[in-house]
């Protein structure tokens, strides 16, 4: 099931992303599931797409070739902002500042990929729009592996 955007509060809009944030590194937890960690995250914004980066993880190099990779492919970029991994009920949601800079709204869906040290964030939809999105989603999950090998 895809999660939706959320309103969370002061804080914006955020989106719950506990098995992407686990699997890609962003959370660490101890043996019994207590989160020990939370990364430190940038969140960078494209039509009907967002990158979130640990930025405690990736290089400056690989970071500019993820954003250069979705800036090329949609045309756009707009504001990249720190947020924050939480702690939100029984798992984890990730704050995204800029989300309605790439188009995003409170009540959308919104497929996440998790990658190591990446979250990718697309618009659902039939749409040509949600269907663009979520392909470059994968590429640019397909990018992060290759720069982690």
């Known amino acids: 099931m895809v999660n939706q955007i959320k309103s969370s509060g002061e804080d914006g809009l955020a989106l719950q992303v506990t098995k992407p944030a686990r699997s890609a590194g962003l959370v660490d937890e101890d043996d019994e599931g ?18 979130v980066v640990g930025l405690d993880t990736l290089s400056t190099k690989q970071v ?20 924050t991994v939480q702690i939100a009920g029984n798992g984890y949601q990730v ?14 869906r919104a497929p996440c990929q998790g990658a ?34």
């Open 34 to 51: 207590e989160a020990t960690s939370l990364a430190r995250v940038r969140v960078f914004s494209f039509d009907s797409l967002l990158l």
């Open 64 to 83: 500019t070739e993820l954003v250069v990779s979705a800036a090329q492919d949609t045309k756009s970029i707009y504001r990249a902002m720190d947020a």
């Open 95 to 108: 704050q995204l500042p800029p989300a309605e800079d790439a188009g995003f709204h409170e009540g959308d």
């Open 116 to 149: 190591p040290g990446i979250l990718l964030i697309s618009k659902d939809g039939d749409s040509s729009v949600g269907r663009d999105a979520s392909r470059l989603a994968d590429d640019l999950v397909t990018i992060r592996r290759e720069q982690v090998v």
